[in-house]
């Protein structure tokens, strides 16, 4: 069993930890708890850890998975209080399983959005039919330069309400190939319904699915 | 967290140090300390926090119960913009508090380029900049570290400074704050009364009185304070305080990594270095101690790798023995040790080679000058002949790459030393020629050199620094005479060394050029992203003062020197002696081998030996 996987929360003050600095802060916690973590051989030694699918700076995540190795048997179910113990605020460990299926074959995403209006918030039912519009193109930027990526059947379930900072939003998105960031949805309405968006907007990730939409493990 | 916060922080680059957090943190309850300290550096986080003096006094002010000390870091550009586009003031890492909540705000000063950072820093915390203006008691704004021994340019903008290191005097005085607060004294009630603690400076204590030609007739103690401050050491290193649970950041700094400090002071004397007169006397930590703080640091952390501090780590009595009980613990478990800070010998070489088995980083050394005459002017005890031994080694070993730094402008420099430099680094290149064992994986020798600028409490503290023309005359003889392409030549900026040396050697009135930066614009300064020497230039010019006054002009030797009423242990005597033998090219021996009787001693309670 040296193949392992562990489900973490990055919240609060930790959502502003980069990816990188994520696997280092990640591996000195392995340290300190003393987890028997495998190393690649070769002239310069590494951790070997993976984080399914990163998450963007400043996106909370109370689903984020990350895979790594042992060296020797480990007590699973004790796993996640060791770290916790020893771990930033914001990083908490919920469990620890030998993986089911593989992390490409994570499909899709459910999130939860939070639309700050300063001013009036739009009418529920507009935001609605904007998302529910046949065809929301919306351009980004990626290593390779501008494109235009296709979000209508990449988002999908949408559930909206109101709440207190204006609107609460929670969708399904395409976690990979396409890997459509939640940040997109509101990007789209930048682009194509300024007067419907929001001041600010920040984002939650709640849980990964495979391309069947059962949990992920 | 703050809701305008929380909106700029995505938009800002590497928001993890903005945001506090990380493991090792010390919150505690506001509600149930009795003083709130807001301990504050100049520069951002990556640097503030690779400073082990900011991680000491940390640690040790938040080891009394009632008192809590929170660390507060300047915002890079894009944060400090936003900070102020929103109203956001200047916080707390820990509780995310303003600064201006905080009862005491102190700073810890080690380069004087960071002087306007200061400023700016009470500015973005809603802070009057002078202690005159800020007419109650609290909150204190005070300032430490090794600059402060010139505490002069600071003096307007600081209640008090703290003079020497800070583990028992800050307490001292934190003690002496809590009980004037408590009992309401006046903000002058208490700076009379602090200026009687050992170590505290309170600059409205003395009033500078200035001669027809610009030099100081006196720096005039007011009533109540002492003729001299005397800067406050730790006795014993054992039993002082030292974090073996530091801060672990969730984000890359720039010295990532554990810290073991092997002793303070250095024995050596090199006439141009600050740091080797103002740390004295020479007080190691055993080898025991230095073992256990180092384990279990790596222990508390996981991090990977350990450093050992110090000014001339070869100077340390027991480091054979530290570097053996360390490697036994982190040989195994693949934690590296690094040693900075050894010098040009064969014994350093061969331990370099037993620390660093894996992970092979660059070689460094700072023979400081190029001839062996200039370099027995500056004391630097290094002959060609050890230095290219030890490059032999070092090829031999598998090395190839070697970085050599040198000043520009130390005091009698000829054209014939300059040119010395290039000379040292072709020696250098042969020698890697006739011993490297694989010649075609080619060797990178670089040689930097920076502008030397006269320290206060140095023996060259007297010594006017060379023209910015002269210096850059001085780089493109250099520039010239180095031909080999595999020698490459960096050099420093003559313009940040110019502003640098007017900071340092600065009176009271180089305040108001420094507010006058500040106003213009100045902040993180030691930043070539940010320094403008234009600006500074303005500043000067807006205050009314002559730059070259303070950088370019030789002091005589008994002119009164701003930093007359700040003693750092060593005896004004002995500098000038030391200056006067430099003059004649004449070495003084390290204090192993000779005693100099710097008067050092004197700080140790009696029984208590220098290491020197």
């Known amino acids: 069993m040296d193949k392992l996987r562990l489900r973490f929360e990055k919240t609060g003050k930790a959502a502003y930890i980069s990816h990188l600095d994520l696997l280092h802060v990640v591996q000195r916690a392995f340290l300190r708890a003393g987890t028997p ?54 990083i908490r460990f919920i469990e620890c399983y030998e993986p089911q299926r593989k992390a490409a074959e994570i499909k899709w995403l459910r999130c939860e959005g939070v639309y700050e209006y300063d001013a009036l918030a739009p009418e ?46 929670g969708c399904t998105v395409s976690a990979q190939e396409p890997a459509v960031n939640p940040e997109l949805l509101v990007k789209a309405l930048a682009q194509l319904a300024p007067e419907l968006g929001p001041d600010f907007a920040s984002w939650k990730r709640l849980g990964f699915y495979g391309s069947d939409m059962t949990a992920f493990r | ?112 380029m960071a002087y306007p950072t200061v400023l700016d820093m009470l500015d973005m915390a809603g802070i009057p900049l002078r202690s005159s203006e800020r007419t109650g008691l609290t909150p204190l704004v005070f300032a430490g570290g090794t600059s402060m021994c010139n505490p002069e340019p600071m003096a307007p903008f600081m209640d008090l400074m703290a003079i020497g290191e800070g583990e028992e005097l800050d307490i001292e005085l934190l003690r002496l704050f809590e009980k004037a607060r408590d009992a309401g004294w006046s903000k002058a009630e208490f700076l009379r009364e602090a200026a009687s603690i050992p170590g505290i400076y309170v600059p409205s204590l003395y009033e500078p009185v200035y001669k027809a030609d610009g030099t100081l007739a006196e720096l ?18 054992d039993k002082s305080y030292f974090p073996t649970k530091p801060i672990v950041p969730s984000t890359e700094i720039v010295h990532d990594r554990v810290n073991v400090e092997l002793f303070r002071g250095c024995v050596r004397g090199c006439r141009f270095c600050q740091a080797g007169y103002a740390y004295r006397p020479i007080r190691a930590r055993s080898p025991e101690t230095v073992i ?38 982190c040989e195994p478990r693949s934690v590296s040790l690094s040693l900075p800070s050894l010098r040009a010998d064969n014994f350093s070489m061969e331990l370099m080679s037993r620390l660093q088995k894996v992970r092979r980083g660059g070689l460094t050394f700072a023979p400081e000058a190029g001839t062996q005459r200039l370099r027995d002017v500056i004391n630097k005890n290094v002959t060609e002949e050890e230095l290219l031994n030890t490059c032999r080694i070092a090829f031999e070993g598998g090395w190839n790459g070697i970085k050599l730094y040198f000043m520009l402008g130390l005091p009698t420099e000829t054209d014939e030393d300059v040119l010395g430099i290039a000379g040292l ?110 600006r500074w230039l303005a500043a000067f010019d807006a205050a009314g003062i002559d730059p070259a006054f303070y950088a ?61």
Request: glycine fraction near 8%; proline fraction near 5%.
């Open chain 2, 425 to 534: 680094a072709d020696k250098v290149l042969h020698t890697w020629r006739k011993y490297s064992p694989n010649r075609q994986r080619g060797v990178r020798i670089t040689v930097s050199t920076s502008c030397f600028i006269p320290k206060p409490h140095s023996p060259f503290q007297w010594e006017a620094q060379v023209s910015m023309d002269e210096y850059r005359r001085r780089v493109n003889l250099l520039r010239g005479a180095i031909t080999a392409r595999s020698i490459q030549y960096n050099w420093h900026d003559a313009s940040t060394s110019f502003v640098e040396a007017v900071l340092s050697r600065g009176d009271r009135r180089v305040a108001d050029a420094i507010e006058c930066a500040h106003k213009m614009g100045a902040r993180m300064e030691a930043w070539s992203d940010y320094f403008d020497f234009k």
């Open chain 2, 552 to 612: 370019s002009r030789e002091r005589a030797e008994d002119e009164v020197l701003p930093w007359c009423r700040v003693s750092m242990g060593v005896k004004a005597g002995l500098l000038l002696r030391e200056r006067h033998r430099a003059y004649e090219a004449r070495l003084s021996p390290d204090c192993r081998a000779q005693c100099s009787a710097c008067g050092a001693l004197e700080l140790l309670p009696e029984g208590v030996k220098c290491d020197g």
């Open chain 1, 124 to 169: 529920i039912s507009e935001l609605d039919a904007f998302y529910r519009r046949g065809s929301i193109p919306v351009t980004r930027r990626t290593k390779r330069g501008e494109g235009v990526l296709e979000l209508a059947g990449n988002v999908r379930d949408f559930e909206l309400e109101r709440c207190e900072a204006g609107v609460r939003l």
């Open chain 2, 220 to 237: 005039r103690p007011l009533p109540g304070a002492p003729e001299t401050v005397t800067k406050r050491i730790v006795a014993d290193l």
């Open chain 1, 37 to 90: 973590l495998k190393y690649s051989e070769g002239f310069n030694p590494h951790a070997i850890i993976s984080i399914c699918v990163p998450l963007s700076v400043g996106m909370e995540s109370l689903c984020e998975l990350m895979d790594f190795r042992v060296t020797r048997e480990i007590d699973l179910a004790a796993l996640p209080g060791e770290l916790n113990a020893v771990s930033p605020e914001g």
């Open chain 2, 292 to 329: 256990s703080q180092g384990i279990e640091s790596i222990r508390n952390t996981g991090c990977q790798e350990a450093t050992l501090l110090s000014l001339s780590s070869s100077d340390y009595r027991y480091l054979s023995e530290a570097c053996d009980g360390l490697l036994e613990y």
């Open chain 2, 1 to 112: 967290m703050d809701k305008r916060l929380r909106r700029i922080l995505p938009t800002v680059q590497k928001p993890a140090r903005y945001t506090g957090g990380e493991y090792n943190e010390i919150v505690k309850d506001k509600a149930s300390v009795k003083l709130r300290m807001a301990f504050c550096f100049p520069d951002v986080y990556e640097i503030g926090m690779s400073n082990l003096g900011m991680r000491i006094l940390y640690g040790c002010i938040n080891e009394v119960p009632e008192y809590a000390c929170e660390r507060v870091f300047a915002p890079w550009g894009d944060m400090a913009e936003a900070m102020r586009r929103e109203n956001i003031p200047l916080y707390a890492l820990e509780s995310g508090d303003p600064v201006s909540e905080f009862d005491v705000i102190g700073f810890s000063l080690g380069y004087e």
